[in-house]
């Protein structure tokens, strides 16, 4: 089987204030869901920019979903 299609991806973007990705300080809530979607054994990626928005995908593996 295909990799690809044994995972489940999802995407949730905005169009607000973004915030600077390259900041080592996080706030609770990226901890929060890079946690949780490490526990099931997937993961995250967080892409935004100040002024233009944020984008968040996640992957997990199709027998954890």
Same mark, same amino acid.
């Given at each position: 089987?295909?990799?690809?299609?044994?995972?489940?991806?999802?995407?949730?973007?905005?169009?607000?204030?973004?915030?600077?990705?390259?900041?080592?300080?996080?706030?609770?809530?990226?901890?929060?869901?890079?946690?949780?979607?490490?526990?099931?054994?997937?993961?995250?990626?967080? /892409?935004?920019?100040?002024?233009?928005?944020?984008?968040?995908?996640?992957?997990?593996?199709? /027998?954890?979903?």
């Amino acid at each position: 089987a295909s990799p690809l299609r044994d995972v489940y991806k999802r995407q949730v973007s905005d169009n607000g204030k973004g915030f600077d990705t390259s900041r080592q300080r996080r706030g609770i809530g990226l901890k929060n869901i890079t946690s949780r979607v490490k526990d099931l054994k997937g993961s995250v990626v967080f /892409e935004s920019k100040s002024g233009k928005g944020t984008t968040v995908r996640v992957f997990l593996p199709q /027998e954890r979903v």
